[in-house]
C-alpha cells in the first residue's frame, strides 16, 4: 500500500500485521467450508474483488487477498460464500450476488461469530474493525447492532443451519435456495 493511501486507510487489523500467523490460519479455518485462500502479491489487483483496492475477492471457491487486506473483508467474502445459495456459489465470480439485506446481515453476524475461531483474533476486534472500515448500522456501532439488532440474522443462519442453537458455526455450506 502506498503512503497515501495509508493515510486514508482506517487502522484495521490486516493479514500483514501478522502474516506468519494469518495467512495459515485463515486458510484453515476457510478450508473448513471447501474455500481456498489465495495470495496476491503486493503489487497485483486481488482478482475478484468486488470493491477493489486491498479488499478481499472472489472467484469460485477460491477467496483472494495480499497483505494489505483486512482480516475483516476476508471473513466478510469467506462468510458470503458459505451464506448464498448453491446455484449462486456455482457462477461465483467477483459479485456476491445478495441482494437480500437479512442475507447481507446474516453475512455480517457470521462473520462476528468466526472472528473468535481465529487465535490472536477475537470478536471485539471485529467490532472494532467493521466500525473503523465504515459498516454502518441502525444501532451506531457493529456490536450495538450484534447485540441488540441481529435476531433475524440469527434466526436465517439457523434456518440455513449455518449456525447452532449455542450460535456456534456448523461449518456448513447453505444449501437452501434463493
Given at each position: 500500500m502506498n503512503a497515501e493511501v495509508a493515510a486514508l486507510t482506517p487502522a484495521v487489523t490486516r493479514i500483514g500485521d501478522q502474516p506468519e500467523h494469518w495467512w495459515p490460519?485463515?486458510?484453515?479455518?476457510?478450508?473448513?467450508?471447501?474455500?481456498?485462500?489465495e495470495?496476491?502479491?503486493?503489487?497485483?489487483?486481488?482478482?475478484?474483488?468486488?470493491?477493489?483496492?486491498?479488499?478481499?475477492?472472489?472467484i469460485g471457491h477460491r477467496l483472494?487477498?495480499?497483505?494489505?487486506?483486512?482480516?475483516?473483508?476476508?471473513?466478510?467474502?469467506?462468510?458470503?460464500?458459505?451464506c448464498m445459495s448453491?446455484?449462486?456459489?456455482?457462477?461465483?465470480?467477483?459479485?456476491?450476488?445478495?441482494?437480500?439485506p437479512v442475507e447481507e446481515n446474516a453475512t455480517c453476524y457470521l462473520q462476528c461469530l468466526l472472528a473468535d475461531h481465529l487465535p490472536g483474533y477475537s470478536r471485539a476486534r471485529m467490532f472494532r474493525d467493521m466500525d473503523a472500515?465504515?459498516?454502518?448500522?441502525?444501532?451506531?456501532?457493529?456490536?450495538?447492532?450484534?447485540?441488540?439488532?441481529?435476531?433475524?440474522a440469527l434466526a436465517r443462519l439457523r434456518t440455513w443451519a449455518l449456525v447452532d442453537a449455542?450460535?456456534?458455526?456448523?461449518?456448513?455450506?447453505?444449501?437452501a435456495p434463493d
Open positions: 490460519t485463515l486458510g484453515a479455518l476457510l478450508a473448513r467450508w471447501g474455500q481456498a485462500l495470495p496476491v502479491a503486493d503489487d497485483q489487483a486481488i482478482p475478484g474483488s468486488f470493491w477493489g483496492e486491498s479488499e478481499a475477492g472472489l483472494f487477498a495480499r497483505v494489505d487486506t483486512p482480516i475483516h473483508s476476508v471473513l466478510h467474502e469467506a462468510c458470503h460464500y458459505i448453491p446455484q449462486r456459489r456455482e457462477r461465483l465470480h467477483t459479485d456476491a450476488g445478495g441482494r437480500d472500515w465504515g459498516y454502518s448500522f441502525r444501532t451506531g456501532s457493529a456490536k450495538s447492532w450484534f447485540e441488540q439488532d441481529a435476531e433475524e449455542r450460535q456456534q458455526p456448523t461449518f456448513r455450506l447453505r444449501q
